[in-house]
């Protein structure tokens, strides 16, 4: 649960920073205890927002604020 609740507020952060931004959760079987954001390009190539692997204890270390991916998206793109 916990993990999708970070997953909606991250995306609802991501669509609310950029119009018409296409969000997925979970595409494909996600890693087990992970929480990763890329970003995925129009030419195909993929750029890592976040990623929580390696970071924690705390479990909560392992979800980022969505402002921080916000910023990291904004940067990406820019």
Known sequence: RVFGRNAAAVSEALRGAVANLPVEINP????RNSFEVSLVKEDGSTV???S???KGPPRK????QPEAVVEALKSSLA
Do not use: H, M, V
């Not at 270390?61 to 980022?64: D, G, Q, T, W």
């Open 48 to 50: 890592e927002l976040w």
């Open 52 to 54: 929580g692997i390696g």
């Open 61 to 64: 270390l392992k979800f980022p």
């Open 28 to 31: 494909r079987q996600p890693r």
